[in-house]
């Protein structure tokens, strides 16, 4: 007997941020698949495939967003019913990995959940993970299997090239952590020049900028970083920046966490626009006027699109992702 065989992607969305898998797909030309996803009236959460999804290239799109431990558990869940169901290959897309920042342990009897995660997802059968500026890159090394750490940095820096001139742009790190960020950048940006913070954790979620190393005088600056979580990193870096006679500050990060008093912080800050991504929802509330969104739709969808053909995903980031 011979068969020629045919490959067929799937994409399934959870319950977390559907309006973004829905233009994931859209860019792909393709429709998001039927699934139903509803809760027990103790909580526990129910998966069901309603088509067929049998020698089939899987993509489960879920962006790990409040309520976060509830979207990662349905993801799983997700990941799960379509191994049994005997799904080829399973690729679970996670825009923001939960978690991430507990990558290691800074004090003793501590968790590694970041590890934790990735051996979940593995354990409930996902062949490959795809995801978006992870805070720590030594995340990819907690699994075994293959994990594409997109970039949104193309966009930022695409966004930041139409409206500034890059011998005007002072590119800056809120911190030490956020260096190697800053030099992406200015690769990007050749004729800019760099800056650096340093900073001081005073409690938990609780930071003060202590100095500034670098020319800001009259230059509009930039503040980098994956993620704006409470925002006291870059709200306390940028009245350090304006102090020591900035233009204007400018915030660019990939993840907006924004929790607590997050909005209420950039709101006060003197910083004139915070561009973020998509990777999370922003709900209503959050909605500022000084905030502005990129889609990381398009990225997300070229690189299902190379998985699902086998072809290259770093050539759609010029070897600058990880």
């Known amino acids: 007997m011979e068969i020629t065989t045919k490959k067929r992607m799937q994409i399934f969305t959870g319950r977390g941020y559907p309006a973004m898998s829905k233009e994931v797909a859209d860019h792909l030309g393709m429709r998001l698949g039927d699934v139903e996803l509803k809760d027990f009236s103790n909580g526990e959460i129910y998966v069901r495939y309603q088509e067929n999804v049998r020698g089939s290239d899987v993509f489960v799109i879920q962006t790990h967003c409040e309520p976060i431990n509830q979207n990662i558990m349905e993801q799983l869940i997700m990941i799960e019913a379509a191994k049994r169901a005997s799904a080829k290959r399973i690729t679970a897309i996670c825009p923001f990995y939960g978690y991430s920042r507990q990558d290691k342990k800074a004090k003793s009897r501590e968790p590694i959940t970041a590890r934790l995660l990735a051996d979940m997802l593995t354990v409930a059968g996902a062949d490959r993970v795809v995801s978006v500026d992870l805070h720590s890159q030594q995340v990819q090394g907690f699994f075994d299997q293959p994990l594409d750490s997109l970039t949104a940095l193309p966009l930022l820096v695409d966004w930041l090239r139409e409206r500034f001139p890059s011998k005007e742009i002072v590119v800056a790190s809120p911190d030490a952590g956020r260096v190697n960020l800053m030099e992406k950048f200015l690769t990007r940006l050749p004729e800019a020049s760099p800056a650096y913070l340093a900073k001081t954790r005073t409690g938990h979620n609780v930071s003060k900028t202590l100095g500034v190393t670098g020319d800001v005088a009259g230059a509009t600056v930039v503040l980098v970083d994956d993620m704006i979580d ?27 966490v924004l929790s607590g008093p997050a909005c209420r912080r950039l709101q006060a800050a003197p910083i004139e626009r915070v561009v973020v991504t998509n990777t999370l929802p922003l ?20 690189t299902m699109k190379a998985i699902f053909e086998d072809q290259s995903v770093s050539e759609l980031f010029d070897d600058q992702n990880q």
């Open 230 to 256: 409470t925002a006291g990193t870059i709200c306390g870096a940028a009245e350090a920046l304006m102090e020591r006679g900035a233009k204007r500050v400018l915030a660019l990060a990939t993840h907006p």
């Open 283 to 302: 709900p209503p509330c959050h909605e500022l006027d000084k905030i502005e969104v990129v889609s990381i739709a398009p990225i997300v969808a070229s």
